[in-house]
């Protein structure tokens, strides 16, 4: 009957090869990156050299570089170093893309060749937000600048007053609420409540605001929004021209109010103040954009 060695049904792993080791059958060295398997007991063959007692199991690769073609191997650790790098490939092989700053997005280069990091591109852009819920008057400073920007929109909703839903606006001047009696403006509106259809022009001459709402009474569950477009309030050559378009719902009454007016100054001017015609303020929201050159 054949005798079966149990201890030697496997490979034995004996690590690096070792001149002043025993080796017995099939026990694996590594040397030189490849690896061999003993085929007579020894000690003292080198590996490689004495081909009696040893095979080659395993043979390391070229070490490859951030190469030239796919046959070559590519340590990408040695390219993306950093937290946050993303790997591609350009002409010529892997390249590290570092990780952008803090709300940039990876769009296309302007060649179509390779990844970038950068800002979104929009002719329309949010320059503020702005959310109250006390006090009498709200001002948005500091975004205007008419070398970017043909005009503004400033979108107000769902406002209420403590007294009523009429609300005005008026220019800043210098970052401060400009309340002189130089506004003009003109409007009509348009108003339907459960028993009448009702409508009129209003208007006003060197005032002290521009409206934005025209009809009102406070009912926190009105809802209402205002557009207000506003074009080149930097100018120090001509007046600063207004327009709004408003659509309220009040304890059941809708009303479409549109008004057209102006600061009558050629002040720049470095924002917007938004308050209601009397009382305080319960609820605000409004939204500046600029519109791109």
């Known amino acids: 009957m054949a005798t079966i060695n149990l201890g030697a049904i496997k490979f034995n792993w004996k690590g690096a090869y070792n001149s002043s080791t025993t080796y017995a059958v099939d026990d694996v060295v590594s040397s030189g ?4 398997v003993c085929i007579q007991a020894h000690s003292n063959q080198a590996v490689g050299n004495a081909t009696a007692y040893w095979n080659i199991m395993a043979t390391k690769g070229t070490n490859g570089t951030n190469g030239t073609n796919g046959t070559n191997g590519t340590d990408v650790g040695t390219v993306i170093t950093t937290q946050g790098d993303i790997l591609y490939r350009d002409g010529s092989g892997l390249q590290r893309l570092p990780k ?3 709300n940039q997005v990876l769009k296309m280069n302007s060649g179509a060749t390779a990844p970038e990091y950068g ?19 709200v ?20 406002n209420e007053g403590s007294t009523n839903e009429w609300w005005k606006c008026r220019f800043n001047i210098n970052n ?5 009696n130089n506004y003009r403006w003109g409007g009509w509106y348009n108003r339907r409540n459960a028993s009448a259809n009702s409508s009129a022009a209003e208007g006003g ?5 521009l409206p934005i709402t025209w009809w009102g009474a406070s009912v926190s569950t009105d809802t209402n929004i205002s557009e207000i477009t506003i074009t080149e309030p930097q100018s120090t050559s001509q007046d600063k021209s207004f327009l709004c378009s408003n659509a309220s719902q009040d304890n059941g009454n ?20 938004i308050f209601p015609n009397g009382g305080t303020i319960l609820r605000l929201n409004a939204t500046l954009w600029g519109v791109k050159k």
């Open 33 to 36: 990156g490849n690896s061999y």
């Open 100 to 102: 952008g700053t803090a």
């Open 119 to 137: 800002s979104l591109s929009s002719d329309y852009v949010k320059l503020a937000s702005i959310s109250a819920t006390s006090g009498s008057i």
């Open 139 to 158: 001002s948005i400073n500091g975004y205007f600048n008419d070398t970017i920007y043909a005009m503004y929109k400033l979108v107000i909703y769902n």
């Open 176 to 180: 401060s609420d400009y309340s002189g």
């Open 205 to 209: 001459y060197n005032v002290n605001y």
């Open 254 to 273: 809708q009303t479409r109010f549109d008004v057209a007016g102006c600061l009558n100054s050629q002040t720049a001017t470095t924002g917007i103040s």
